[in-house]
């Protein structure tokens, strides 16, 4: 089974400021996606970055980016330039890739409450 | 267009009693899953339905859950004898398929059992 592990329960950021929020996972599949998700107060989940494990180059979503060891198993966020509307929770996730296995659910971290200090 | 909508926004009920939870996925969406948040086991998957495929249940917690989705659309999550242990926020999520990468969640269900 698949295991993802956020180690910091909760971050603090000054606004303007780069933080670095961390992940790390366990499978032994070779196929697969990695997400960060974001819930504010409304609990909404929302789709930040997406990675997917075959492709060597990080993925970027304009302030937020990622840095995806694989052989390390390590997918962290960065947000650069912190606004005030980052806070919220955020959620790492694993998704199998192989189709044939039928199971497209989301494995979960436990999650990094981020607070930005203006 | 309209997102993932659930009901109700929030639910309290008393142990021992039968609750239903209700998602409104976003249309053509064929793929719906439910995920339970709770304080101490974070998110958890519970159950997956793709189209007309059997769903898989193998996140269910006991048999005293149980899902359905009628018309490929709507799902309903029933619990059935409430216990305190089942007091979390209950997300509703769709993809346009089970392959698709992106799964749109709806704003979740807060259930307290007293």
């Known amino acids: 089974a698949q295991t993802v592990t956020q180690s910091q329960p909760e971050m603090s950021v000054q606004e303007a400021e780069t933080v670095t929020l961390s992940c790390t996972y366990d499978?032994?599949?070779?196929?697969?996606?990695l997400f960060w998700y974001k819930q504010p107060p409304s609990r909404q989940m929302i789709l930040v970055i997406r990675?997917?494990?075959?492709?060597?180059q990080n993925a970027t979503e304009n302030r937020f980016s990622v840095n995806f060891q694989k052989a390390a198993k390590s997918f962290s966020l960065k947000i650069s330039d912190s606004q005030l509307g980052d806070a919220a929770m955020y959620f790492c996730?694993?998704?199998?890739?192989?189709?044939?296995?039928?199971?497209?659910?989301?494995?979960f971290g436990k999650g990094t409450k981020l607070s930005v200090i203006p | 267009g309209a997102g993932v909508s659930q009901s109700p926004s929030n639910k309290v009920t008393e142990k021992g009693k039968d609750v239903e939870l209700r998602c409104d996925p976003i249309?053509?969406?064929?793929?719906l899953y439910w995920y339970r948040q709770s304080l101490g086991q974070g998110l958890e998957f519970l159950i997956y339905?793709?189209?007309?495929?059997?769903?898989?249940k193998s996140g269910l917690p006991s048999d005293r859950f149980s899902a359905e989705r009628t018309g490929g659309s709507v799902s309903t999550l029933t619990i059935q004898r409430t216990q305190q242990e089942d007091s979390a926020v209950y997300l509703c999520?769709?993809?346009?398929?089970?392959?698709?990468?992106?799964?749109?969640f709806g704003p979740g269900t807060r259930l307290t059992v007293t």
């Open positions: 990675q997917e494990a075959y492709k060597q």
């Open positions: 339905f793709q189209g007309n495929s059997a769903p898989d």
């Open positions: 996730a694993y998704r199998s890739g192989d189709t044939l296995a039928g199971s497209y659910q989301l494995t």
């Open positions: 499978t032994s599949e070779s196929d697969y996606y």
């Open positions: 999520a769709s993809s346009p398929r089970g392959s698709s990468y992106e799964q749109y």
């Open positions: 249309s053509g969406h064929t793929a």
